[in-house]
């Protein structure tokens, strides 16, 4: 939801901050803009990718600069324009040369607005964030990093920001409240940056700004201080992204990569947890609360898109492996409803950035009704971590495509892991906890045997993927596999698909089947195989195109579908792990023939952060 990207320090800015904003891309990607202090100000901004805005300020020497400041957006007010598009200025005639960029949303934007027209501003653009500068540009004084504190005490919202100003050439100015945003401390400079991603390559050093603290950043110093001006001393910590792991290297796509990724993270999410020998499972992040959590009386879980379905996962593995009554609802809807936190209540929030604002408001009205919160999160530091203060992380390493793969994986696989933890501290047997860790470990080599499918899922793309109109079925643990697996359709080939229960079918859906049209059944062997093979009746005799994922050497689900995708055997409860696998490929390969941008779907962030 917009990456920024600002540089100061003794090199050239130019390099690292569209370096930066390629690898912020996935925050947003419909226009992108740089601002460079250099005998003046130089701004240039264009619709459309990074690489176009590369065009425009590659060899020109305005842009020679040490302190730079740059940002790639994902439209919240206003349309896609280069008006609309950042770094926005304060006023063009009369104001001081201020620039800067965002990410958030100011809410209030419209009372600000109108005090600002009353002072004579003039606006160039729709957004909130040329209202947040003017208002920046009628506080100054002489002092930028006094006029963004007193700026910063009137904004309702979120925001993360970088701001510089023609008349302090030496200073950058970096603060947040609600979004990410960290400072990279390296040996010839310093990188603010929305993620991690900006910053590795330069330096592993990095501080994460906390809420509402303003950084005074020059080419050789670091300040921060609160909105009050009362220093804050910033935590140092060491990056654990390496380069490489956020590189395509071989790979076509990223989403390609992180799905054949998805046995070693597995690996490396279960690495050191699980010991099926003596029945061990071991959460740092949870001993803290050990007690509490084993005694816990409800157990919610609150994510969206993915990390929702990630979630609904977990809801059937607690009540299933640990037998407490367990839900997973949108963080968003959570947060609104009035929502009954009771004692003994635990709210876990399921995200890939850490950073997804409704999920952050979600766990923050959770924990105000004093509900314990937990994260499981894949971005170290981010702010649900920082929030709950207790979870577990995935460990899957970095995603970069924008449609999760490997972290679903992740948080399926630590949902599982944490059922598991808490079922063995109530009811589950040693011989019950020892045989479903062993078959925990032994998903990743069974991931390793889906992916050989690859070639023959692309043939079933190519003689689907021309149809408009999908729908996804599963029972039990694969339901939220059928959701998840008419998502990454949607999301990738704009593909208009539904996932839903296998038995809901009938009571409407089935209105939709004609002649052809693909209904994708996960048929795994388990309690409910009988039944969901009465459902692939019901579809064929409408005429529908069955693609099942099956258990391999099921040869009964041969002579029924048209189309089937295999995986290995493994516990009712651990069948999800495998059975999405298929389908992430089948809305790869479809997006791909299709000609869509699979790393980057339109309309889509990877990062939503605001509400
Ligand atoms: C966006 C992404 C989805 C993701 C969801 C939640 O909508 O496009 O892929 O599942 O946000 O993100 P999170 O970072 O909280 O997992």
Redesign the pocket.
């Known amino acids: 939801m917009c990456g920024i990207v600002a540089y100061i320090g003794s090199e050239q800015a130019r390099p690292v901050l569209l370096e930066g904003l390629k690898r912020l891309e996935y925050r947003g990607y419909d226009s992108a803009g740089m601002a460079m202090l250099n005998d003046g100000l130089h701004v240039a901004r264009t619709v459309g990718r990074v690489r176009v805005l590369e065009q425009k300020v590659d060899g020109d020497d305005h842009f020679n600069g040490t302190l730079g400041i740059a940002h790639t957006r994902w439209a919240t007010h206003g349309g896609v324009t280069e008006a609309n598009a950042h770094p926005h200025r304060d006023d063009a005639t009369s104001g001081h040369g201020i620039v800067l960029v965002h990410n958030g949303i100011i809410e209030n934007y419209s009372a600000l607005r109108t005090f600002l027209l009353n002072k004579g501003h003039v606006f160039e653009s729709e957004t909130d964030t040329e209202v947040l500068t003017h208002l920046i540009g009628e506080l100054y004084e002489g002092d930028l990093n006094a006029a963004v504190r007193s700026a910063l005490h009137e904004v309702d919202g979120a925001y993360a920001i970088a701001v510089m100003c023609e008349k302090e050439p030496g200073v950058l100015i970096a603060a947040r409240r609600g979004s990410p945003l960290l400072v990279g401390v390296g040996e010839h400079g310093y990188i603010v940056a929305s993620d991690a991603q900006a910053i590795v390559g330069h330096t592993s050093r990095v501080a994460d700004l906390d809420e509402e603290v303003v950084a005074r950043i020059t080419h050789d110093s670091f300040h921060t201080a609160d909105l009050d001006n009362v220093e804050v001393t910033p935590q140092l910590r060491e990056l654990e992204v390496t380069l490489d792991e956020i590189e395509l290297g071989d790979h076509e796509h990223y989403m390609l990569k992180e799905i054949y990724e998805q046995p070693q993270s597995i690996r490396r999410c279960l690495r050191g947890r699980v010991n099926a020998r003596d029945g061990e499972i071991v959460l740092g992040g949870l001993a803290d609360h050990a007690r509490e959590l084993v005694r816990s009386r409800r157990i919610v879980f609150l994510?969206?898109?993915?990390?929702l379905y990630a979630g609904m996962l977990g809801e059937y593995l607690v009540e299933d492996l640990a037998q407490i009554p367990a839900e997973a609802d949108f963080a968003s809807e959570f947060r609104y409803r009035n929502p009954i936190i009771e004692d003994g209540t635990v709210v876990v929030a399921?995200?890939?950035?850490?950073?997804?604002a409704d999920?952050l408001a979600g766990i923050r009205e959770a924990s105000d009704r004093g509900a314990l919160t937990l994260g499981m999160v894949?971005v170290v530091g981010s702010s649900i971590p920082r929030m709950t203060g207790a979870g577990v992380y995935l460990r899957v390493g970095p995603e970069v495509g924008?449609?999760?793969t490997k972290?679903f994986l992740g948080q399926v696989t630590v949902a599982t892991m944490f059922a598991l933890y808490l079922g063995r501290r109530r009811h589950l047997s040693d011989t019950q906890t020892t045989d479903l860790l062993r078959e925990l470990e032994a998903i990743p080599d069974k991931l390793d045997q889906v992916l050989t499918q690859d070639s023959n899922i692309r043939e079933v793309a190519k003689r689907c993927g021309h149809r408009d109109n999908w729908l996804f079925l599963g029972r039990g643990y694969n339901y939220p596999v059928a959701l998840e697996g008419a998502l990454k359709l949607k999301?990738l080939s704009y593909i208009h698909a539904e996932g839903m229960p296998a038995a809901e079918m009938k009571h409407g859906p089935i209105a939709l089947i004609d002649e052809g049209m693909p209904v994708v059944v996960i048929a795994t062997r388990n309690s409910q195989y009988r039944k969901v093979l009465s459902n692939i009746e019901e579809v064929r005799s409408r005429g529908g195109y069955v693609i099942a994922v099956a258990t391999e050497g099921d040869d009964e689900i041969v002579n029924l579908v048209d189309d089937v995708f295999f995986v290995p055997d493994a516990p009712e409860p651990l069948q999800p792990l495998l059975t999405i696998v298929p389908l992430q490929l089948l809305a790869y390969h479809a997006a791909l023939l299709r000609g869509h941008d699979v790393d980057k779907p339109r309309n889509?962030?990877?990062?939503?952060t605001v509400e």
């Open positions: 994510g969206q898109g993915t990390a399921v995200s890939q950035s850490g950073e997804t999920t894949n924008v449609a999760s972290a999301e889509l962030a990877k990062s939503v």
